[in-house]
């Protein structure tokens, strides 16, 4: 099983990213999907989930208007569509699954991908 993020890099405050996490070695369409972020010295928080189908989204309240979740089960992606990005969203971004709920994912996610560091500069 693996979970493979890309899509980070540089980008100017106001600026945009689109975020990729590509699975490999499970069946995709049987788990929800999450991101999470970590930014120098805080905790990891909980940034977007999705439900299996894609019907079901929840979004943190610091990124809500901003952030979008989305996936492609043909494709076996997950995407997070980043706009109007500031410097506190800096961070290292990760990609995690779950067979079980957007709340599962978002609490309790078993599966993880390892990161891909976004660098918003003001």
């Known amino acids: 099983v693996q979970l493979q993020a890309s899509g980070g890099g540089l980008v100017q405050a106001g600026g945009s990213l689109r975020l990729s996490c590509a699975a490999s070695?499970?069946?995709?369409?049987?788990?929800?999907m999450g991101w999470f972020r970590q930014a120098p010295g805080k905790e990891r928080e909980f940034v977007a989930a999705?439900?299996?189908?894609?019907?079901?989204?929840s979004v943190a309240a610091s990124v809500t208007g901003r952030f979008t979740i989305s996936r492609d089960n043909a494709k076996n992606t997950v995407y997070l569509q980043m706009n109007s990005l500031k410097p506190e969203d800096t961070a290292v971004y990760y990609c995690?699954?779950?067979?079980?709920?957007?709340?599962?994912?978002?609490?309790?996610?078993?599966?993880w991908g390892q990161g891909t560091l976004v660098t918003v500069s003001s």
């Open positions: 070695g499970v069946t995709f369409s049987s788990y929800a």
């Open positions: 995690a699954a779950d067979q079980g709920s957007t709340s599962t994912v978002r609490y309790n996610a078993r599966l």
């Open positions: 999705i439900s299996k189908s894609g019907g079901t989204r």
